[in-house]
């Protein structure tokens, strides 16, 4: 770690401010697994970074702080909160930009298909194909759906906690025809009542998120194509 900070500090003398943030970005990742090393192997926990994965995983699409925290907190080991997402996404590209694919995934932006710049709020995961990081006039409702049809399967694959049970019937409030009254969901109405309304939009929402998606990889360098556009860039595309 000391050689590292020698070089960072006669990079910065250079005025080498590429290789600053190369140097910067390899010994925040040393120091990281030094931190590791130090931890007793019964207080380690996976960064926040692998739990929000681990959620969108689940998911399947852009989500927002709040519901990555709910889903966390109803399947996984419920350590996330709102702050620890906060810079995130700005974290993820700066990583990106001083490393380019060093990581096997980052957490990145979801795109409007209208700017292609990033949506502010939703984060996402840059292995997925790029029409599913686009958002459009109909991908909120889109994504809400395939999420909850995700979450009702789930739900049906594990012995649910009474978080993850209180999370889906609150999810079926919002899907025509899902739930009856207020009792607890049953995850299987729930997933039929999701998909017959997503049958609805889904292909509409499908077309206008491929054109945005093949836009953007004609006109976006890989990251802006991961973490957006900004607004003249975008405005020059058009």
Known sequence: MLTLRRQIRAAAAANDHVRVRSLRAELREVERRWEEILEPPTLRRPPVREHVHQVLTLLGTP???????????????????????????????????????????????????????????????????????????????????LATIRIADHVRRIEP???????LTQLAQNVPGATEGY????????????????????????????????????QLPEVKQLFGAGLRTAARSA
């Open 183 to 218: 009792g607890p969901a049953d995850p299987a109405a729930v997933a039929a009542a999701a998909r017959a309304e997503l049958d609805v939009h889904q292909e509409k929402d499908r077309r206008q998120r491929a054109e945005a998606a093949q836009r953007a990889a004609e």
């Open 161 to 167: 906690s009474a978080v993850a049970l209180r999370l």
């Open 63 to 145: 989500s927002a702080a709040k519901l990555i925290v709910t889903v966390d907190e109803a399947f996984f080991a419920g350590l996330l909160s709102n702050t620890q997402l906060t810079s995130l996404r700005r974290d993820e590209e700066k990583s990106f930009r001083a490393s380019p694919n060093a990581r096997p995934y980052y957490l990145c932006a979801a795109l409007t298909t209208e700017r292609l710049s990033p949506v502010r709020g939703l984060l996402a995961v840059s292995t997925w194909p790029l029409p599913q990081r686009m958002i459009g006039p109909l991908s909120p409702r889109v994504d809400f759906l």
